[in-house]
């Protein structure tokens, strides 16, 4: 019943996980000593920017936000400010939500800020591009049973899996190994890197093995 949105979703994810990888790669022939670890904040910001940018090429051209009766320029200016909006204010939420959890609040608080941002990048950006800057669909998206599309599942699970991926990397931290990528905040970016591509990877395989199973409202 699925088949044309797993197939379609198949092929965003392997697009977004392609410009990671890129982001990874690419900047180490124009960066001199450019890695992981040695330059984890470029890594960082090169990786949320090729996230964002493929998400909303690739969201846009399957058109899975979900369409609007206002075609107007006004109307279309409005809801880029408004994306824009709530995408900085999710970097401001994972900053305070970052700093509850025990970073720290003054010392290197860009560091910190900057987690935010990827967190923002893997989560937020994908709820704007799927639901648009509708903070109730989003709140109805993550309520139980609140799914009403495939692509509204694989939101709850690429995010679930985004965010317990930087929660677990925050283990490793106050261990007294001395390693690398325990500095802050590698190990939590890491994490959530690593939960974002097991997401990507698990969501469309959930789903197609529960796809005869999977009932959803009318919108």
């Excluded at 899975?64 to 900085?88: D, H």
């Excluded at 893997?122 to 799927?130: E, P, S, Y």
């Excluded at 939101?155 to 677990?168: E, M, S």
């Amino acid at each position: 019943m699925w088949d044309h949105e797993i197939r379609a979703m198949v092929s965003t994810h392997a697009l977004i996980a392609a410009s990671m990888f890129m982001a990874t790669v690419l900047p180490a022939v124009f960066v001199l000593g450019f890695s992981v670890y040695g330059t984890h904040l470029l890594w960082l910001y090169c990786t949320s920017a090729a996230v964002n940018a493929v998400s909303v090429v690739v969201f846009w051209l399957l058109g899975v936000a979900p369409s609007t009766k206002k075609n107007t320029l006004g109307y279309k200016l409005s809801r880029l400010f408004r994306s824009c909006l709530y995408f900085f204010l999710s970097c401001l939420f994972f900053h305070t939500v970052i700093v509850l959890y025990g970073a720290p609040l003054i010392e290197s608080a860009f560091e910190t800020f900057s987690l935010a941002v990827l967190l923002t990048s893997l989560t937020t950006m994908r709820c704007l591009c799927v639901l648009g800057p509708n903070v109730q669909a989003w709140i109805r998206v993550f309520s139980r049973h609140g799914a009403m599309s495939v692509w509204d599942t694989c939101l709850q699970i690429t995010v679930a899996c985004t965010l317990i991926g930087a929660w677990v990397g925050a283990f490793p931290i106050p261990l007294d190994w001395d390693r690398p990528w325990q500095v802050w905040p590698v190990s939590c970016s890491l994490g959530a890197t690593i939960g974002y591509l097991t997401g990507l990877v698990a969501a469309p395989t959930w789903i197609h093995y529960h796809r005869k199973q999977l009932t959803y409202k009318c919108k």
